[in-house]
């Protein structure tokens, strides 16, 4: 992670993807502490001059290489950190877009571990980022998946 990230001034917003195919949808693993570990959706922080849409299919195809059509938001968390002094150590305001699958296969970029389509119905028992399964079952409704 930047170190402009650590101890922020100000929250960042970022954007992530339940992208969905052939009735699955995307999950990976990041690479990197503090976020390494569990199941979540790709995606990153949005640039100055994007729009939410623009920042989710970069990121996703920096990612993951693949082309994705987004859909509509899907929900939203708030990651917040504190450390041993209650500082605020990290704040992102994810909004979470249903998205489908376009074309590609997945190649990892070096923020990543692990990636894999994953049955939609099945997320809720996995080890996953908070609140993942609520969102995957909100994008999969706004898709028509289920």
């Known amino acids: 992670m930047s170190g402009d990230r650590l101890y922020p001034a100000r929250p960042f917003l970022a954007v992530s993807a339940a992208v969905f195919r052939s009735g699955r949808v995307l999950l990976v693993r990041r690479a990197r ?3 390494a570990g569990p199941w979540t959706l790709p995606g990153g922080v949005v640039e100055t ?5 623009e920042a989710l299919v970069r990121e996703i195809a920096e990612e993951t ?3 994705i059509a987004p859909a509509a938001l899907a ?5 917040i950190v504190r450390d041993a002094e209650g500082r605020t150590e990290r704040h992102f305001v994810v909004l979470s877009f249903a998205a489908r699958w376009l074309a590609g296969e997945p190649v990892l970029d070096a923020e990543l571990a692990a990636c894999g389509w994953h049955d939609p119905a099945a997320v809720a028992g996995l080890d996953t980022t908070e609140g993942l399964a609520e969102i995957v079952a909100a994008a999969r409704a706004i898709l028509g998946e289920g």
């Open 33 to 35: 502490a503090p976020s």
């Open 75 to 79: 929900g939203h968390r708030e990651v």
């Open 65 to 67: 290489a693949l082309t």
């Open 49 to 53: 001059g994007e729009t939410l849409h």
